[in-house]
């Protein structure tokens, strides 16, 4: 079974330009979520799908951060105008999310770092 | 504050010792799940436990529940270098939101 992946795994951008990760789930899981992880930190959530509807996105800074998820499977994950404190790790996790107690797959990141 | 908090930050241990980690949250959960993550690497799943459950195991692997005290335990038994990593506890609500803590890193010394 293919894992989830992300692309790219690094990217530099200067502060205030715009940056987008992309992210494929494990085929046939509902729900897809994005983590921002800032190093020595704990993988904070920005935003969770269900299939194409969002169910949370309560910690998205909306002012700059963006999320979709077209069809219900690829996302995407975009900051517009980057800042030095979204130098992190950004993680795609997926789950089967047909019901509760489930386990989430999560994909090898994407490190970002503004300068 | 949805996320745990575990406990202790680092632990350092000699390989074949045990490595205990804890976790504690405010909010009723559905489940409680373990994760671990190596440097550089995304986060893999260790174990799950229900509210509904008090204690699990996998290999060498035990996890407690306590709901009442809203906090959990890990217990990693008979350590390997290969354990070096960091874990986190996610505290899982309805509608499948996980929530990660801070994270326990670990280091084994052969």
């Known amino acids: 079974e293919a894992g989830v992946a992300q692309s790219p795994r690094y990217k530099i951008i200067e502060k205030r330009q715009s940056v987008a990760f992309w992210c494929n789930p494990i085929?046939?899981?509902?729900?897809l979520y994005w983590y921002q992880q800032i190093l020595g930190q704990g993988p904070k959530l920005l935003i969770q799908?269900?299939?194409?509807?969002?169910?949370?996105d309560s910690q998205l800074p909306k002012d700059r951060f963006s999320a979709e998820r077209l069809k219900g499977v690829d996302s995407t994950l975009k900051i517009q105008p980057a800042k030095l404190e979204d130098s992190a790790v950004y993680l795609c996790?997926?789950?089967f999310g047909a019901g509760l107690n489930t386990e989430a797959f999560f994909g090898q990141g994407t490190r970002l770092t503004v300068v | 504050s949805q996320q745990g908090e575990e406990d202790p930050q680092a632990l350092s241990i000699q390989e074949g010792e045990n490595a205990t980690m804890n976790c504690s949250y405010k909010t009723s959960i559905n489940n409680l799940q373990w994760y671990r993550q190596n440097s550089g690497r995304g986060l893999v799943h260790l174990i799950l436990i229900r509210s509904n459950e008090r204690e699990k195991h996998s290999g060498r692997l035990r996890v407690t529940l306590d709901t009442s005290k809203k906090s959990s335990s890990l217990l990693i038994t008979a350590s390997r270098a290969a354990d070096t990593a960091s874990y986190f506890c996610a505290t899982v609500f309805t509608g499948n939101q996980f929530y990660f803590g801070t994270g326990t890193s670990l280091t084994v010394i052969p």
């Open positions: 085929s046939g899981h509902a729900t």
């Open positions: 996790a997926s789950s």
């Open positions: 799908f269900q299939n194409n509807g969002v169910v949370d």
